[in-house]
């Protein structure tokens, strides 16, 4: 197949939607597949609702295509224009704009349910977002379910390193349980949930915030609540850390804590997870796919700080509980899907959409091999 691939920005962008786009561009053309890759330049809300009255991104997405793959992302600047294109269309979503706890949320629903009535097929990266598209109107006939693999690290965990991580809570002399968050620094991460949970819990924490800063604003906000409550010996910013950089914060920490208030899939509870990292995650979205509450991490509601500092007073207080549930962590890391699969579920869609029978028959790439 001739495939296009529309996004804002570039795929060279390091967040996990656009990891997501990379890989799967690059599992497409190991299948065979060409795929035309178009860049659209980042917009602001309103400016993208803007392109549709001017003929510069329809232009652009006339590319010599079987099919176009579009990252939903982009949504507002491709209203107009994909009405116009002579090929299908299906849309990537990593989740939608209208799922977050947003005051402009009923306006991101209309413009995302007309969005989505001009796409033949629509690519989800979890049950929870698939869902969430079918209740904007998309048939669920239309959609598969392709998560991504997590596996960016893919580290030698085994269990007695497991153990001994967690036994460093026990004894007369127990460290400090060591938290690494890790996602860009915005509102929907719960970062601000998450530092009032850690100034609440009885025990010490130590926690590692890692990620690139989206919102001025808001970070001024955390450092202020950091400052205000003493925390500054116990709450590291550490910025964007390079793959080697963040797996050794990884490696030495206790629990991934990421409470967010909305996350479509969450690959960084995933990404956790490959270092036998238990999780505390958010019940509002597709996390819960991923971090078995109990069993692999604790979910949490959204904008809860006591509930996140029960979990932490919980890991820290049994270093037996924690192992096992970073073992539990491990398992479930190593039994799921993995770019291959995922790429194969996206093709025979594309298969289908574009009636490409050699396609749709095709077998997975990990059973040709």
Known sequence: MNVGFALYGSLDEQSGGFRYDRKLVAGLRAAGDTVEVVELPWRAYP???LDNALPGVR????VDVDVLLQDELAHPSLLRANRDLPYP?????????ASEPRRLSPLYRAVER???ATVDGVVCNSAATRDAVAALGVDPAATVVAPPAGDRFDPAINDDAIEARAASLGGPDPGPLRVAFVGNVEPRKGLDTLVAGVDRADTAVDLTVVGRVVDEGHVADVRRIVRERGLDDHVRFAGRLSDAELADALRGSHVLAVPSRYEGFGIVYLEGMSFGLPAIASRAGGAGETVAD????VLVDPDDPA???RALDEFAGD???LAAMGRAARRRYERHPDWAESTARVRRLLAEIVD???AVDAPDPEVAT
Do not use: F
């Open 47 to 49: 400016r993208g609702l």
């Open 59 to 62: 232009d652009r997405l006339r």
């Open 89 to 97: 269309v299906v849309s990537v979503v990593h989740h939608l704009r």
């Open 114 to 116: 007309r969005y989505l």
């Open 294 to 297: 109990g069993e692999t991490g």
């Open 307 to 309: 509930a996140v500092a």
């Open 319 to 321: 270093p037996d509980r």
């Open 356 to 358: 490409d029978p050699e």
